[in-house]
C-alpha cells in the first residue's frame, strides 16, 4: 500500500496554522493588583488565556491560586518571598508580570518570626488522620523598651472540629496549658527543648507566661488535655480559640496540626502535619479572642 504524500505547501500551511493556534491561546499577565503587600495577600492577576493555569510564580516560589476566568487569577502571596516577578504557566506557554510585586510585612513583627501572616495549608491533611492539637507560639519582642516584664496570659484554649457538618468539641481547657521552650534562632532550630515556667493568676483565672523572661526562646504551647481522637465521619476542618492577654512587649500566633496517630508523640515518620496558623495578636489591655480555622481551605 502507498502512502499518501502531502503536498509541501499543504504542510507548511498546516504547520504555520498550528503555531498560530498556539500563540493566540499563549497567556499573558497584564495586570497585578495590588503590587505590594504581606506575604498571604490575595493578588488578582489580570490578563488573557489564562485558563488551564498549572502553576502560579513568585520568582521561582509556587503559589496557592484559584482560577476565576481565562481573564483573571487570584493567587496568596508565598512563604518567604520579598521582590518577586508573578509567572503563570499554562499548557500554551507562560507569562510574566510586567511588575514586581513587593513583600512588605508587618514591622512589628521580628525578622526571625517564621510565618509572618495567617496561612491554611494548600495540602489536606492525611485521610488517616485520627486526631487533632491545638497549638500556640508567645514570645517577647526585644526591640520593645521593657520587653523584659512581657507576659501572655492564657484564660482558656478550645479545639473543635466540623464532622458532617456539626461541630465536635475535642479540646476545652481552662487556666491550663502544656508546652516547652524552643530554640528561636533559626526558628525551631531543633525539638529540643526546655521545660516552659507557668504560673497561674489566680484573679484572672489564666496561665500566666513571662515571655520576657526568656526572650532567647520561642514560647510554644498545647491543649492541657489529652490530644483527642476524631469523630468518625466527613472531616470539613477545625478552629481553635484562645482567650489571652498580650502585655505590651509579646507576641502570640496559635494553630493547629492533624495527626495520623492520637498517642504517638512528635517525631520522623509523618505523624503530624500543620493544618495552618493565624495572624499575629498584639499587645492591648484587653482580652482578646484568638482565632484559627481550616475550614473552607486557603482564605483567597
Same mark, same amino acid.
Not at 131 to 153: F, K, Q
Not at 258 to 266: D, F, L, S
Given at each position: 500500500?502507498?502512502?499518501?504524500?502531502?503536498?509541501?505547501?499543504?504542510?507548511?500551511?498546516?504547520? *504555520?496554522?498550528?503555531?498560530? /493556534? $498556539?500563540? =493566540?491561546?499563549?497567556?499573558?499577565?497584564?495586570? !497585578?493588583?495590588?503590587? %505590594?503587600?504581606?506575604?498571604?495577600?490575595?493578588?488578582?492577576?489580570?490578563?488573557?488565556?489564562?485558563?488551564?493555569?498549572?502553576?502560579?510564580?513568585?520568582?521561582?516560589?509556587?503559589?496557592?491560586?484559584?482560577?476565576?476566568?481565562?481573564?483573571?487569577?487570584?493567587?496568596?502571596?508565598?512563604?518567604?518571598?520579598?521582590?518577586?516577578?508573578?509567572?503563570?504557566?499554562?499548557?500554551?506557554?507562560?507569562?510574566?508580570?510586567?511588575?514586581?510585586?513587593?513583600?512588605?510585612?508587618?514591622?512589628?513583627?521580628?525578622?526571625?518570626?517564621?510565618?509572618?501572616?495567617?496561612?491554611?495549608?494548600?495540602?489536606?491533611? *492525611?485521610?488517616?488522620?485520627? /486526631? $487533632?492539637? =491545638?497549638?500556640?507560639?508567645?514570645?517577647?519582642? !526585644?526591640?520593645?523598651? %521593657?520587653?523584659?516584664?512581657?507576659?501572655?496570659?492564657?484564660?482558656?484554649?478550645?479545639?473543635?472540629?466540623?464532622?458532617?457538618?456539626?461541630?465536635?468539641?475535642?479540646?476545652?481547657?481552662?487556666?491550663?496549658?502544656?508546652?516547652?521552650?524552643?530554640?528561636?534562632?533559626?526558628?525551631?532550630?531543633?525539638?529540643?527543648?526546655?521545660?516552659?515556667?507557668?504560673?497561674?493568676?489566680?484573679?484572672?483565672?489564666?496561665?500566666?507566661?513571662?515571655?520576657?523572661?526568656?526572650?532567647?526562646?520561642?514560647?510554644?504551647?498545647?491543649?492541657?488535655?489529652?490530644?483527642?481522637?476524631?469523630?468518625?465521619?466527613?472531616?470539613?476542618?477545625?478552629?481553635?480559640?484562645?482567650?489571652?492577654?498580650?502585655?505590651?512587649?509579646?507576641?502570640?500566633?496559635?494553630?493547629?496540626?492533624?495527626?495520623?496517630?492520637?498517642?504517638?508523640?512528635?517525631?520522623?515518620?509523618?505523624?503530624?502535619?500543620?493544618?495552618?496558623?493565624?495572624?499575629?495578636?498584639?499587645?492591648?489591655?484587653?482580652?482578646?479572642?484568638?482565632?484559627?480555622?481550616?475550614?473552607?481551605?486557603?482564605?483567597?
Amino acid at each position: 500500500m502507498r502512502c499518501k504524500r502531502w503536498p509541501q505547501a499543504f504542510l507548511f500551511l498546516f504547520l *504555520a496554522a498550528g503555531t498560530a /493556534s $498556539a500563540q =493566540l491561546n499563549k497567556p499573558e499577565v497584564l495586570r !497585578i493588583a495590588p503590587t %505590594g503587600g504581606p506575604e498571604g495577600t490575595a493578588v488578582r492577576i489580570e490578563g488573557e488565556n489564562l485558563e488551564g493555569v498549572s502553576a502560579v510564580l513568585f520568582a521561582n516560589i509556587p503559589a496557592v491560586f484559584e482560577v476565576n476566568s481565562g481573564e483573571e487569577i487570584v493567587s496568596l502571596v508565598p512563604h518567604r518571598t520579598s521582590v518577586s516577578t508573578i509567572t503563570v504557566i499554562t499548557p500554551q506557554g507562560r507569562a510574566s508580570s510586567a511588575f514586581d510585586f513587593v513583600t512588605v510585612n508587618d514591622p512589628r513583627l521580628p525578622d526571625e518570626v517564621s510565618y509572618k501572616a495567617g496561612y491554611v495549608n494548600p495540602v489536606p491533611a *492525611a485521610p488517616d488522620s485520627r /486526631s $487533632a492539637m =491545638l497549638w500556640g507560639i508567645a514570645l517577647a519582642d !526585644i526591640r520593645v523598651p %521593657g520587653y523584659e516584664s512581657a507576659t501572655v496570659e492564657i484564660a482558656s484554649t478550645q479545639l473543635s472540629c466540623r464532622i458532617n457538618g456539626q461541630d465536635a468539641v475535642l479540646n476545652d481547657d481552662v487556666g491550663s496549658v502544656r508546652g516547652g521552650l524552643y530554640r528561636r534562632t533559626p526558628w525551631f532550630g531543633s525539638d529540643a527543648h526546655e521545660a516552659m515556667p507557668m504560673m497561674y493568676d489566680r484573679p484572672s483565672h489564666a496561665v500566666v507566661l513571662r515571655v520576657g523572661q526568656r526572650a532567647d526562646r520561642i514560647w510554644h504551647f498545647w491543649a492541657a488535655s489529652p490530644r483527642a481522637e476524631l469523630p468518625a465521619g466527613r472531616l470539613d476542618g477545625c478552629t481553635v480559640r484562645v482567650r489571652a492577654k498580650i502585655s505590651a512587649g509579646a507576641l502570640l500566633q496559635i494553630g493547629m496540626d492533624y495527626w495520623r496517630n492520637a498517642t504517638v508523640g512528635y517525631g520522623s515518620g509523618g505523624n503530624n502535619h500543620e493544618a495552618g496558623a493565624s495572624n499575629w495578636y498584639f499587645p492591648s489591655d484587653r482580652w482578646q479572642e484568638a482565632e484559627f480555622s481550616d475550614i473552607g481551605g486557603p482564605k483567597f
